[in-house]
DNA sequence: TGGCTCACTTGACCCAGATCAATGCCACTG
DNA sequence: CAGTGGCATTGATCTGGGTCAAGTGAGCCA
């Protein structure tokens, strides 16, 4: 029993039906069409882990691409000595995966509890070089990364502690909660520890801490079980962030 | 009078001679045939711009694109307060400009004197979605823009100051002279001010001197004329930067 | 039910790097 | 050639956030 779709959800971005996935995402996969799909469906296959799994060691993304259905995976890299930074949050409906070879060495993790809808890499790679439209997709996708990475960069290198947990803060619930973009009472739960949130901050977990406890004083959060969070005022929290 | 060209030069990367430019060089545009080439090189200008020169700002790259011919252009942002941050260096023959509408306000300034060959916005966003190997062109280097964004996220948050200097001078020095991987007595000027370095690497102007005059009274690096690097020993500055 | 572990918080102290201030060093220019 | 202004260096001091260490509290398993 299908209702009549609205009609501002028929743009470029219209959420489309993954036979494989078994559910409707929007993301580079909407620029396929009906047959394509059909044909990707009967390689693809779905599946779920749990937070911490490694995603890039154990060939997932070596020899596959997937969507992320839901959940939230982190990017990483590791120095040497064991010095950690997360350098990107995928969220639903993100496309996990590097076409062509990659200069740098990044490993992908999840965070929290992810599904994920995965497809064989050459199966892909046939379908990006066929489909303009595809490679379309992956090109804006990959510049929105580089746009977020670029932005991040400003709170690594010139924020302070208080406002890089704000602007954390921020990320997240706008992320998690898209159409909250100014709005009073977000609330969320926060798919990183304090280990995650200060390797992506580039602070120690004491310092992310003290800077929660300082934002639930000053009456900007409240946390219920270290992980919920409320913000009654997310303009407030911007701010703080100093967007 | 044509020499016979060498095997190994027959692959994706080859030069091509972009008529426009009056200039053979790598990129993006290699993608072009001969006839989209000369049909590019009619609309296409050429200029030179002192350092310092705002190239987002003055109409050159919100209606254009353009390639890099040489010199080292600076992606900045900044705060409301003026705090800046340089979140990207191109090299020549990257090639500048944002396809789509850009999800962040990042600013482009020439770092030294650059030579800009310059294409009318329209004729290039025509000619991306005609020829999918100058889309795929522009994939690719999005993606290593990507790939460089990510590893200087882990040495704004991770390393420490005089890590971070030294992977300064590690990336020019490699960029500048991109055959010297691990070379001794590298020798290059840098395209940057200490206030540029100071702002691409997330540190204060006197932090970044005295960390310079450390390397130095350490023999790793000598500096004439403020400006003027040499590196006897790559392999041990990059030690340094705790690549 | 009691002891574990894991995630987080809080406190005391310290240090790397920021801040403030002075000086040096050209390259211009009037 | 003194005067000026843009860069860079160097020194003295301060402080934000790191380090080390102890404590809390919620599961969870035996």
């Not at 070879?101 to 990006?128: G, H, Q, W, Y």
């Not at 280990?195 to 946390?223: H, P, W």
């Amino acid at each position: 029993m299908m209702s009549e779709p609205r009609a501002d959800v028929h743009n470029s971005d219209m959420p489309v039906l993954c036979q494989a996935c078994e559910a409707r995402h929007r993301g580079v996969c909407g620029a396929l069409s009906g047959t394509e799909l059909l044909q990707l469906s009967s390689k693809a296959s779905r599946r779920e882990v749990v937070p911490g799994t490694e995603l890039a060691a154990d060939a997932e993304l070596t020899s596959s691409y997937a969507n992320i259905l839901s959940g939230v995976v982190k990017l990483t890299k590791i120095l040497a000595d064991g010095r950690q930074q997360i350098v990107g949050l995928q969220f639903a409906p993100d496309f996990l995966g590097r076409p062509f070879k990659a200069t740098s060495e990044t490993n992908a993790e999840s965070a929290t509890t992810v599904r994920l809808c995965t497809f064989p890499r050459a199966v892909i790679d046939r379908m990006i070089s066929e489909t303009p439209e595809l490679e379309r997709r992956l090109l804006q996708q990959t510049l929105n990364e580089l746009d977020e990475a670029r932005g991040w960069m400003v709170t690594l290198g010139r924020k302070t502690a208080a406002e890089k947990v704000a602007s954390f803060l921020y990320l997240i619930a706008t992320h998690i909660n898209p159409e909250s973009e100014s709005a009073t009472n977000v609330s969320f739960e926060l798919p990183l520890t304090r280990a995650d949130i200060a390797d992506f901050l580039g602070l120690t977990i004491e310092t992310v801490s003290r800077q929660m406890t300082k934002l639930r004083k000053a009456d900007v959060i409240s946390i219920e079980n270290n992980r919920h969070v409320t913000v009654p005022d997310l303009e407030r929290l911007a701010h703080r962030a100093s967007i």
